[in-house]
């Protein structure tokens, strides 16, 4: 079901009289529309025209005929920019942003809405300019994109308190509440949508009381209270009620049909939502109908009447098509193609969701890499479901290209792009086929081992060996006694955007948090260690066997551990999906107490692509090799924090440091010497990197990725390098050693891990070596010393890797002192 979360994008429209007056934005769909007499004075005025044209276009918004608007806005806008008129033009710009927000062109929403903000700046227009910042966090919400569109709140809120505007204020207080919904952050969602509250009771503003009260209730929606998320919804439909806003009146009907469908009470979610069909079609809301079509027909999918569930998303997608809603149209695709599954219709279930999957890829096309990352996020509901499909038919190899379609699509394209810098900077690369992907297997000389969760309901897994043999197997998630939480695979709508949201599976992430517990790895272990100094070691002591490591083990390597290679040193490479990137598979253990790392030679790959593209960086860099290597250790420590705080010296890591610098025949860099700007002049010109330092998963603010490395500051920088400016560099080297805290760590998404990691491989390097968790300071330059001096025997540096670890399991017998690394990329 919907949740009916109620944003407050604005229109434009022209509300003074025509003799020069202000263009403002109006925070509600509603038009302006003057008298006919102030018309008829001036019939042959531009301005006049322009101004029936923006009306023009905003009845037919209201109507949800965005394209039919847009050609009214479009021819507004040219008579606005000849007459010169800058606040006409910003109107019409501002009102075309919406549009294409509307109709699925995010890249072009933002466009529009960016130049209603210069102009807006331009003409120092400061209440046009919070909405334009306002407009444009909300088209981040719908990307996905939840601290950037925090960011574009805040400056809307800082204006609106600025020009004392308490209308504006609240609005911004409420879409700062819908960001952290999304993020999600539902303790700031309450507090900002509770702030919003008390403005609109203050300025008796009963709309805006009503919209604070109906988030509030989505927001406890989200936590699972759905009584209280049923109190709000009654009081915004009590309101809505009164002040004949029927708009909102649907929403409240829609959230209370979303509360009682969690509840199981069917029967009343479809009264409900009935009702709110009912209204969107008298007062002509084309979306809402849609949206109210769509969650009837998951109502009756969840009954198991999948004749009426069909017969509903069948209505949703008829709608969705005529009114050019291409998100929504995506999503009634996704869940027409689940109902006829469900129905046993799998061949038409196949197309349906391939399309799905078509028009999702469409929406993203045309975007940069973050937002391409951040869509993506919305829209992996049809890639599982096919899969499911698709395996339904012992399509077993058809499943596999599907998985590998639905995973590191912006990584592949932002990486084919660097490697081919003459090429278009919208680089769209198709995904492999069965073929292209035994080729990569054979040119890999490895076992591939993709896996693919399945919301909590399979873990479907592919071995691809060298020769080219496909094989398939499956775990049954909920066959098994474990706890893994509750998903869904339909796509919900949110009526806040009307875009999907898809309810991700939490199968593995809980389990990895108690094996990382397990280990004493964990962020709550080790932060406060974190932002000071590396932790300590494990004193060594008698354990084989972790039960939690043993699970995991029996989960994901038992099932196709016949056939996994028998020689140890052949390499399989593991590409995980969503929280399995967080395992340390060296450290899982058999029945036996034996680690996976004793048996077998292990990389981490976030795609089998993703290993064609990172095998032609080395190729690359070959061309160019430089034989310069840069050691860094224990640089003199930035400070972290508010208030700031001095991070401690590492003198392990500063020995470490030393030792591999002999090792290789170069100076360490240590202390003063390892400034920001010096490493990265040095960086530009290596083969190897090796930086010994301390490492951040989310401590240090970054453009638009985790991660962060601490160098010794210098002039104007803070000392660290983030992955936003490594993704800016071009780098030939072919290794980077991480040897820090979390530097294998990031934000997981759709797309893979968005971290260091990426940035490196992206900025050209075809091989990185990082850690998963806080590494213990002595144990950690131990096995980085231990890895260089099997380097020097063997130049394969995932067999370095191996027998570095081997070694170090007899000094160390904790896996949390050995386990935390993990190789990504090349092998040699």
């Known amino acids: 079901m919907k949740l009916q979360t109620i944003g407050s994008t604005a229109l434009l429209s022209l509300l003074a009289a025509l003799s020069g007056g202000d263009f403002l934005f109006i925070p509600s769909a509603q038009a302006k529309i003057p008298p006919p007499q102030v018309l008829a004075q001036n019939p042959a005025d531009r301005q006049v025209e322009a101004y029936r044209l923006l009306n023009q276009g905003i009845q037919q918004a209201q109507m949800s005929q965005f394209e039919a608007a847009l050609q009214y806005w479009q021819q507004a806008l040219i008579i606005y920019r000849e007459i010169k008129d800058r606040q006409g033009e910003g109107a019409a710009l501002g009102n075309l942003g919406i549009a294409y927000k509307e109709l699925g062109d995010y890249a072009k929403a933002i466009e529009y809405t960016q130049q209603v903000l210069v102009i807006a700046r331009e003409i120092k227009d400061r209440r046009n300019e919070g909405v334009a910042l306002g407009n444009l966090g909300l088209d981040y919400i719908d990307l996905g994109d939840h601290a950037k569109a925090i960011e574009y709140q805040q ?24 960001a952290y919904m999304n993020l999600p952050d539902y303790a700031k969602a309450i507090e900002y949508t509770q702030q919003k509250l008390a403005i609109a009771r203050e300025i ?12 509030l209730g989505v927001t406890y929606y989200s936590l699972g209270d759905y009584a209280k998320a049923i109190e709000y919804a009654q009081q915004l439909l009590a309101i809505a009620r009164e002040i004949k806003d029927r708009e909102s009146e649907a929403a409240a009907l829609g959230n209370l049909g979303n509360a009682y469908e969690s509840l199981g009470d069917y029967a009343k979610a479809i009264e409900y939502t009935q009702q709110v069909l009912l209204i969107a079609r008298e007062i002509k809301d084309r979306q809402s109908e849609e949206q109210a079509l769509g969650n009837l027909g998951l ?45 046993g219709n799998l061949s038409a279930a196949e197309k349906t969701l391939l399309d799905s999957i078509k028009v999702s890829e469409s929406l993203r096309a045309g975007l940069d890499d973050a937002k391409k990352v951040s869509i993506f996020d919305t829209q992996t509901s049809p890639y599982l479901n096919l899969q499911k499909v698709l395996i339904a038919q012992e399509k077993n190899n058809e499943a596999l290209e599907i998985a590998e379609r639905g995973r590191a699509r912006a990584f592949v394209e932002l990486l084919a792009g660097r490697l081919a810098p003459s090429a278009s900077t919208q680089l769209t690369i198709n995904p492999p086929n069965i073929q292209q992907i035994q080729q990569i297997a054979k040119e890999q000389n490895a076992t591939l081992v993709e896996y693919s969760t399945i919301w909590n309901e399979a873990l479907y897994i592919w071995v691809i060996k060298p020769t080219g043999e ?75 066997a972790n039960p939690k490591l043993q699970q995991l083990y029996q989960l994901l390597i038992e099932p196709i551990a016949d056939l996994l290679p028998t020689d140890p040193n052949d390499h399989v490479i593991f590409i995980p999906h969503k929280s399995l990137f967080l395992v340390p598979f060296a450290t899982l253990q058999n029945a036996q107490g034996q ?21 032609q960086s080395r190729q690359k860099n070959r061309q160019t090799a430089s034989q310069k290597i840069l050691v860094v250790g224990n640089p003199t420590m930035p400070k972290i924090g508010n208030p700031p705080r001095q991070l401690l010296p590492l003198p392990a890591s500063e020995q470490e440091a030393q030792i591999i610098a002999q090792l290789l025949n170069t100076q360490a860099i240590i202390g003063p ?112 010393a231990e890895f260089y001096r099997q380097l020097q025997q063997n130049p394969n540096k995932a067999q370095a890797l191996r027998q570095a670890m081997l070694i170090m399991m007899k000094k160390h017998p904790e896996p949390r002192d050995w386990g935390a690394f993990t190789l990504i990329g090349e092998a040699e």
């Open 299 to 343: 109502a009756y999918l969840s009954l198991g009447d999948y004749t009426k569930a069909i017969e509903y998303q069948q209505q949703f997608l008829a709608i969705a098509r005529e009114i050019k809603d291409r998100q929504s149209e995506g999503t009634a695709l996704n869940n027409l193609g689940l109902a006829l599954y469900r129905q």
């Open 595 to 615: 680690y996976l790392v004793e048996k077998h030679t292990i990389i981490i790959a976030p795609a089998i692509q993703i290993l064609q593209l990172t095998h």
């Open 470 to 544: 496909i094989t398939f197997r499956s775990v049954d998630l909920k066959s098994l006694n474990i706890n893994l939480g509750q998903a869904t695979e339909r796509t919900r709508v949110s009526a806040a955007t009307g875009r999907g949201l898809n309810e991700q599976d939490t199968a593995f992430a809980e389990m990895i948090r108690g094996t990382r517990d397990a280990l004493g790895t964990s962020e709550n272990n080790l932060s406060n260690q974190q932002a000071t100094n590396r932790p300590n070691s494990t004193p060594a002591n008698s354990q084989t």
């Open 673 to 784: 010497q390892a400034t920001k700007v010096s490493i990265v002049k040095q960086m530009l010109n290596a083969r190897i990197i090796h930086l010994a330092t301390h490492g951040f998963f989310n401590e240090v603010k970054s453009r638009d990725m985790p991660g962060s490395i601490a160098l010794a500051p210098s002039g104007n920088d803070d000392g660290f390098l983030t992955s936003s400016e490594i993704l800016d560099l071009k780098l030939n080297a072919e290794l980077v050693v991480l040897s820090a805290c979390n530097t294998g760590r990031g934000r997981l998404t759709g797309d893979g891990v968005i971290g260091l990691s990426r940035a490196l491989i992206t900025a050209g390097v075809p091989t990185i070596l990082t850690s998963l968790w806080s590494v213990p300071d002595a144990p950690t330059a131990e096995l980085m």
């Open 204 to 215: 008796k503003d009963r709309q805006s009381e009503g919209k604070a009260l109906g988030n």
């Open 155 to 178: 400056q809307s809120l800082a204006i609106a308190r600025e020009i004392k505007d308490r209308q504006s204020e609240g609005t911004a207080l409420g879409n700062l509440g819908l």
